[in-house]
């Protein structure tokens, strides 16, 4: 698939069929988030794989917009860690950035993947630092849902020439 036309054809796929996606190809996946840019290229993400059921579950009762996590086959907690951040007002945006390029990447290797919030929630972050026990200074940031697409979504038109500013407002 073509670069520029991955960007325009990606979409939030929230349906998977039961076909198996390995580690290495999630491994494979993950390598494309960090290549993502970061801020003085501190690269302070971490990434943990899910793949347990009752892990689905446990987030599901503080995050309720991820039903579609225990139909997929993995799930992807990006994560930010203070220690590797250029500052700490930093690491959302690079953790943005390689949530961003892991969804243009699953797309691109035939996977479907959504992107499920949990950063700017703080009940959300503090949940997820709990159930993946992850160190003081590593935040969660993003979940990913990755399956292989059951479902199959058109492009819209998201092109909105009115808000292009040229020099100022």
């Known amino acids: 698939m073509e670069i520029l036309e991955g960007i325009l054809t990606r979409r939030s796929i929230r349906r998977y069929s039961d076909e198996n996606i390995s580690r290495e190809q999630m491994e494979e996946l993950l390598k494309y988030g960090m290549y993502a840019p970061s801020a003085r290229n501190c690269q302070p993400w971490h990434f943990i794989l899910l793949n347990e059921p009752e892990t689905f579950l446990k ?9 579609m996590l225990k139909h997929s086959q993995w799930g992807i907690a990006v994560c930010g860690d203070d220690a590797l951040s250029h500052t700490p007002e930093y690491w959302p945006v ?3 950035a390689a949530t961003e390029n892991i969804l243009i990447a ?3 290797m035939g996977f479907g993947a959504v992107w499920l919030g949990i950063y700017p929630r703080e009940e959300r972050i503090a949940a997820m630092k709990e159930l993946l026990k992850l160190p003081t ?8 849902a990755v399956g292989m697409p059951d479902q199959q979504l058109p492009q819209p ?13």
């Open 94 to 96: 690079d953790c943005a």
């Open 157 to 169: 038109e998201r092109f909105k020439p009115e808000r292009i500013h040229i020099n100022k407002w």
């Open 59 to 67: 987030i599901e009762e503080f995050q309720p917009h991820t039903k």
């Open 137 to 144: 200074n590593v935040h969660a940031f993003s979940l990913i």
């Open 106 to 108: 699953a797309h691109g």
